[in-house]
Every structure is written in C-alpha cells, then in structure tokens.
C-alpha cells in the first residue's frame, strides 16, 4: 500500500524547498503566508515540488546547495544583464555545482559602472558651469558608452537650464549617490575595491556590503555609510531649507530600485530624476518623460524581453515532463541541463515556480511584462556565460 504523503507545516520545514523564496509572496512563515493572502498550503504545485523531494531525500549537498544559495537568489528586478543571470542557474543545474556569486541585488560589472560614469561626467560638467561642447568632447574621445554626446549634452544642459541654488543641492545629491552606487556595487573580480577610491562617500564598514544580505550570502565585501557623510548631511539640511518638495526628491534619490546599478532601467530613472529636478517639483502622474540620455542603450526592449522569457519558462516546463523542445531557447536550455535524471527534472521544477514567483511578485514583472506605455530599450539580450559590451565599448 501506497505511503500516504503529509502536506502539513512539518512535513514543510524539514524541506529543503522552503529555503528558496526570497522576495516573494511566499518569503513568510507557513501561518504567516496564509494570513496575508498567500495561502502556499492551497498551491498544489508547490506540495507536488515537495512531496517528490521527500521521496528523494537525503539530498545531495551540491543540489541542498543549489536550491539555498542559487535558486533562492535570483535577481528580483531582472538585472542589467537580464537574462544572464537565470541561465546561470539553469547551468548549475546541468553541471550540478552551485553558482559562486550571484547576479542579484547591489551588483554591477565593470562596464555598467563605466556607464554610470558617464553620465556622472555630464551632471559634473554642468554643475561646474562647463558648456555642453567641452563635456562632450571629452565624453567622445573618452566616454564608455558609443552615444552621441554633442546630443546627449545638449539636450541635457537645455534641459536644466539656469542654475538655482534647489537645482544645484539637487544635481550635487544625485551624483554623489550614484558616485556611491559605483564604488559600493561589487563584482566577482570587483569587491568594491576598483571604483571611486579617490572618493570619500561615507564612512567604511568592513564586511557591510547590503549584496551579502540580498543574494550573496558568502561575500565579504566592505559598505561605505553615505548618510555619515558630513558633506551629504550639510546638503540634505540645505534643501531642506530651500526645497519645499525635498522629501519627494529625497525618496527617489535614494530609491534602490531605481538608482541602484543593478536594476535594467537604472538611467531611465535617472533621466525621470532629472526632468523633475529641471522642473523643482515631483512629476506629475503619468507624465511623459523624454529620452533626452539616450539611455535606451543601456537597458533591453521589453517586447524581446517578454518574447525571450515565455519561451524560457516554456523550454523549462517542457524539460522537466519529459518533453523536447526543438526551439532555439528550448535547444540551449537542453544543452545547458545536460543528461536528465530525476534530481535534476525536481531542481527545474522547483525553479519554474520561484520563477513564477519572482514574476508575479518582484520587479522582474514589469520586465517581462511591460506596460504599453514603458519605454522601450536597445540592449541585446545577455545570452552567453557572461554579460557581452554589445552596446558599450571604449573610444573607437
């Protein structure tokens, strides 16, 4: 006679699956799920994930592995090197070796900091009272990112127009903190050690970096504490004094969502920032905001986006019931997975529901499912083993 399985609390918390869902709707204690609208005893798939776990337990530390430190920690935003970083879970799946680090939260390559420096350039350039064309000649013989910068500047210094003491604190503000943002971010070969060392933004902490908390469990990188700066504290208490919409400048300035290196749109919501602070006053709901940056280089189009993930989580479906998929994406998924075996079929099946998730729950809805209105960008699709510079280089 069949053994009947228990989907009870405990049979629950001796599983390993519990331990993989980090920023979701299921990131709660059993009870604690169900009293705020997200009831997992009544998610069937989530029981039918656990319930062939216990059949196979023990598990191996390798796959334990995995599920703790690899499917828990996929990027809740998508990444500025979407899709990258989920392929790389399918590839620790294949080669049965969890991923060393994670492409998640407070994370940024080389090249994304590059591009940030850029931009950080133009807002320099026009806070020291340079004119568009001397920031643009340098940003042309020495930017990171292939634009027009005689456009870009142009556009940019029409934009701000006259200097004002709120407009000034205001530019200061947000370059020091995506200054911050480029020396704080780290990288496999980048422990917050490479960037913005001539640079005090905030005192150091050693150990404190926020990515060993958001997906890097095993990092040990240092954190440097923006709001101890004296010179952060003396401009934020200057726009108090002169900003009467400072608080609404304040939040989206340091929104780590938005301003955060890690996230696709990172100058998308630069470029709303600025309209705004051209203006002095919040944006309006549903305003239209220009592309005056350029940007869209630096982020993906989200119809590509949203084509490229149905076919993903169709080629990963299919993969673990057996199914073969002849597809492009279906193909790399398959290469990728390598020979089948049952502890494999169980890690992807688990993986499609947290991506499922990670959908419905985290910002990487709004990636792959975009609103009509969403402004769409130019960047290919990171495919590979490692994010390409397809859109970016150095001087030609």
């Known amino acids: 006679m069949a053994e009947t399985f228990d989907w009870s609390k405990e049979t629950y918390e001796r599983s390993v699956t519990r331990f993989c869902w980090w ?9 604690d799920c169900a009293k705020h609208g997200n009831d997992l005893r009544e998610d069937a798939e989530l029981r039918e994930i656990v319930r062939l776990e216990m059949q196979m337990q023990p598990l191996p530390d ?51 900091k590059r591009e940030a420096m850029d931009y950080c350039f133009c807002l320099d350039a026009w806070l020291a009272g340079a004119s568009a064309e001397a920031a643009a000649t340098e940003l042309n013989a020495l930017g990171h990112l292939r634009l027009d910068w005689r456009a870009v500047c142009g556009e940019l210094w029409r934009l701000l127009g006259q200097h004002t003491e709120a407009k000034d604190l205001l530019i200061e503000r947000t370059l020091m903190q995506l200054r ?30 926020p990515a060993t908390d958001n997906g890097n469990p095993k990092l040990q990188a240092p954190s440097f504490r923006l709001k101890s700066s004296p010179r952060v504290q003396r401009l934020e208490a200057q726009l108090e004094r002169c900003s009467p919409n400072w608080p609404w400048f304040k939040q989206r300035i340091g929104q780590v969502d938005g301003m955060n290196l890690c996230a696709p749109k990172t ?13 002095e006053r919040p944006l ?32 990963l479906r299919g993969w673990h019931r057996g199914e073969c998929l002849a597809d492009t994406v279906g193909a790399d998924i398959a290469r990728r997975l390598g ?14 529901r947290r991506l499922e998730l990670c959908e419905t729950s985290a910002e990487t809805g709004r990636l792959v499912n975009p609103k009509p209105g969403a402004r769409r960008g130019t960047k290919p699709l990171c495919l590979g083993q490692q994010p390409g510079p397809a859109a970016t280089g150095g001087p030609p």
């Not at 920023?23 to 009870?31: A, C, G, I, L, P």
């Not at 919501?269 to 203006?279: D, G, M, Q, S």
Request: charged share 25%; net charge negative; hydrophobic share 40%.
């Open 23 to 31: 920023y979701s709707v299921y990131d709660e204690s059993w009870e």
């Open 62 to 112: 390798w796959a334990v592995e995995i599920v703790r430190d690899t499917i828990r920690n996929i990027p809740p935003c998508g990444h500025h090197t979407f899709p990258a970083a989920y392929l790389r879970v399918v590839d620790a799946i294949g080669s049965q070796k969890p991923v060393a680090f994670n492409y998640t939260c407070y994370t940024a390559d080389a090249s994304r």
């Open 180 to 209: 911050h943002w480029i020396k704080l971010s780290v990288w496999p070969d980048d422990p917050a050690s490479q960037f913005g060392r001539d640079q005090y933004l905030g005192d150091y902490d050693e150990n404190g970096s």
């Open 267 to 279: 100058f998308r919501h630069l470029e709303r920032l600025l309209w705004a602070i051209a203006r």
């Open 284 to 315: 309006e709901p549903g305003e239209s905001v220009p592309g005056f940056l350029s940007a869209e280089i630096t982020y993906p189009n989200h119809d590509e986006a949203a084509r490229w993930w149905r076919q993903f989580m169709a080629a």
């Open 339 to 352: 020979p089948r075996t049952s502890l494999k079929e169980w890690l992807v099946r688990l993986y499609v």
